[in-house]
């Protein structure tokens, strides 16, 4: 039998364990704060990108790069080859996707904020892939300062108006402008049919379905707040201009309200593909019938580390099941099924098309016919880069990179601003709309 233990020791115990576990939080901060700082000095000192240009697109030269980690507890006890084989997988020089060439371009200063425009295809901070061919990058660069602050986000695909702080208290002064909802927001869109007059309001909850492929959908139940304003300024044949003012700001929020009321915007991959949500696209929230699993290529998982966008892609099948309810699933699986087929335009974990014919049938649209002309089938789809001999994607389509959706203006407490509308906006503009979306709109 063992010894009794002292009434000494059996207070003090809890004491000494809560002591010991204070130390160590205060000590594991620090560590964190110190490898912290460690690493935001090495990443401020490394070299400059190589940026060049070429068929209209910004690419950065591939290059090394140092990651830097923390000790893992699931380290202990295991030697230093099993953990480079299953922790650290990267080998391969850093190959970013190229963007559009165009310039982001500084439309006004004020009140400590910084406006500017920013291109469509541009992801916004460093994510998957992008690095360097990032807003964050190319406008700390082009200031000359080491820290970018923003003030909101735009989806990769969405081109418009960002508000950039020249400080961190500046910065954060608008987010709190924003969390409140104090500040008015315009948006521009060309939708796909003839949209409403006078001014239509949804008010649909929205939810994720698939946070790492950017999947959203109206859910009446389980979705968060969400309110958007659209007012049409003007129709063609088969498209509308329509002006959006949301009043709260969840992702794709106004993608997702206008794909609901049955006028997606028009070449919106995700939200206007009949090959994932079947012919009504989405609308009043109609989810699409379970395809059949002979045709179904569902995505392996570890088959693909990124798509060629920079994003991570993993198979959502069965790690959604326990979030998703089962009329959800079939939306899962023919999203994955477009990604492994690769007829898809890279969105928050989409492929790229690279053939004309992909881009036909699954919906998008060009500016002309020359615009679908314009695909890099003639370069080679299988070089290697010769320093890491990872495999080199053919650069995409120019007119792949975007969607038609602008942030046009912003205001908020004495100050306001504005960027110009863009070309597709305007009233000359004659969109060319593939087969597909022309039927759908034949049945309506």
């Known amino acids: 039998m063992d010894p009794p233990i002292s009434n000494d020791k059996q207070k003090s115990h809890p004491e000494e364990i809560t002591d010991i576990q204070e ?9 964190h704060k110190a490898e912290q700082t460690k690493t935001e000095d090495t990443l401020c000192m490394r070299s400059k990108p190589v940026y060049y240009f070429e068929n209209g697109l910004r690419k950065v030269k591939p290059y090394w790069f140092t990651y830097f980690v923390n000790a893992k507890l699931r380290w202990f006890g295991r030697g230093v080859y099993d953990v480079f084989k299953t922790e650290f997988k990267d080998r391969e020089a850093e190959h970013e996707p190229p963007i559009v060439a ?104 929205i939810r994720t379905v698939a946070h790492k492929l950017g999947l959203n959908c109206v859910d009446i139940e389980g979705g968060k707040e969400s309110l958007t304003e659209f007012e049409k300024i003007f129709s063609d044949e088969h498209t509308s201009v329509v002006i959006c003012r949301p009043k709260t700001g969840r992702t794709h929020q106004i993608r997702v309200h206008l794909q609901y009321l049955g006028f997606p915007i028009v070449n919106d991959p995700l939200y206007c593909n009949p090959n994932i949500w079947g012919a009504k696209l989405g609308y009043l929230g109609q989810l699409p019938e379970q395809v059949d699993e002979k045709k179904l290529e569902h995505v392996d998982p570890g088959e693909l580390k990124f798509d060629v966008g920079g994003h991570d892609i993993v198979d959502l099948s069965k790690q959604q099941a326990n979030t998703n309810s089962d009329l959800l699933q079939p939306l899962i699986d023919r999203l994955l099924n477009e990604i492994r087929a690769g007829s898809m335009d890279g969105t928050a974990g989409l492929n790229s098309a690279t053939d004309n014919e992909n881009i036909r049938d699954t919906g998008h649209v060009g500016e002309s016919s020359s615009d679908l002309d314009t695909k890099t089938n003639d370069q080679p789809t299988t070089t290697f880069c010769p320093e890491c001999h990872q495999m080199e994607y053919p650069d995409p389509a120019i007119s792949d990179l975007g969607i038609w959706l602008h942030a ?31 039927d759908i709109l034949s049945h309506r």
């Open 102 to 205: 165009k310039d982001i371009r500084i439309v006004g200063r004020a009140n400590g904020y910084i406006a500017i425009d920013k291109p469509a295809g541009i992801t916004v901070h460093p994510s998957g892939r992008y690095r360097y061919n990032t807003v964050v990058e190319i406008m700390a660069n082009k200031l000359g300062v080491d820290k970018i602050y923003l003030g909101n986000r735009l989806d990769r695909m969405v081109s418009g108006l960002m508000i950039l702080g020249t400080d961190a208290e500046n910065a954060r002064k608008l987010e709190q402008e924003m969390s409140a909802r104090k500040v008015q927001k315009k948006y521009i869109c060309r939708v796909l049919g003839t949209f409403p007059e006078g001014v239509v309001i949804c008010d649909k909850p």
């Open 408 to 438: 046009m203006s912003y205001s908020g407490h004495n100050w306001s601003f504005e960027t110009e509308i863009p070309d597709w906006a305007e009233s000359s503009f004659i969109p060319k709309l593939p087969k597909q979306l022309l």
């Open 23 to 31: 130390r160590s939080t205060k000590k594991r901060k620090q560590n």
